[in-house]
T-cell receptor, first 115, second 113 residues
Framework: AQSVTQLGSHVSVSEGALVLLRCNYSSSVPPYLFWYVQYPNQGLQLLLKYTSAATLVKGINGFEAEFKKSETSFHLTKPSAHMSDAAEYFCAVSDDYSSASKIIFGSGTRLSIRP | DVKVTQSSRYLVKRTGEKVFLECVQDMDHENMFWYRQDPGLGLRLIYFSYDVKMKEKGDIPEGYSVSREKKERFSLILESASTNQTSMYLC????????????FGEGSRLTVL
């Protein structure tokens, strides 16, 4: 069965610092992986997705994530944090690309940015 | 722009009341979903629908039902609300199951007293 674990329910970084949000997955088949972001009082929106093409995936707002099969990881990074990046981030995995109903979401990581 | 609208942002209901949560999308999407979001648990799928009048149970359907009479509208129904259904409810839609890109509404925060 597939699962996803986000390490750290809350991460705080200074403005301009590196952002690193950790995600590890478990899947019996090559997975499809996603990062979604939820800004305050808004719904989730897709940040980026990995679908077995390039292992380094670039998303919106300067974020990127790298698929590492050997580590079963899909960590999200951004070189320089901005105040507007404060939000909750969800990693998600699916082992069935034919059905969005099979997407499993992690528990979320709240990112805070210190001035 | 893609738009998924949940009509009620905040609701307060009493135990035993019947609750309707409405969701409308303007993107002509075939597929619609209802999730509940709880701190530390992420999103859990309640029900989804891949066509008008069609519905499938998700991971936590107990205590809920849904209705999809028109393509653009997907309703979540709590027949008899209980306190453990206090939560944030998120509606989503997608053009095709295979894209993996879900478009979400802003959520409906339900409190059951």
């Amino acid at each position: 069965a597939q699962s996803v674990t986000q390490l750290g329910s809350h991460v705080s970084v200074s403005e301009g610092a590196l952002v690193l949000l950790r995600c590890n997955y478990s899947s019996s088949v090559p997975p499809y992986l996603f990062w979604y972001v939820q800004y305050p009082n808004q719904g989730l929106q897709l940040l980026l997705k990995y679908t077995s093409a390039a292992t380094l995936v670039k998303g919106i707002n300067g974020f990127e994530a790298e698929f590492k099969k050997s580590e079963t990881s899909f960590h999200l990074t951004k070189p320089s944090a901005h105040m507007s990046d404060a939000a909750e981030y969800f990693c998600a995995v699916s082992d069935d690309y034919s059905s969005a109903s099979k997407i499993i979401f992690g528990s979320g990581t709240r990112l805070s940015i210190r001035p | 722009d893609v738009k998924v609208t949940q009509s009620s942002r905040y609701l307060v209901k009493r135990t035993g009341e019947k609750v309707f949560l409405e969701c409308v999308q303007d993107m002509d999407h075939e597929n619609m979903f209802w999730y509940r979001q709880d701190p530390g648990l992420g999103l859990r799928l309640i029900y989804f629908s891949y066509d008008v009048k069609m519905k499938e149970k998700g991971d936590i359907p107990e205590g809920y039902s849904v209705s999809r009479e028109k393509k653009e509208r997907f309703s979540l129904i709590l027949e008899s609300a209980s306190t453990n259904q206090t939560s944030m409810y998120l509606c989503a839609s997608t053009v095709a199951m295979s894209t993996g890109e879900l478009f979400f509404g802003e959520g409906s925060r339900l409190t059951v007293l």
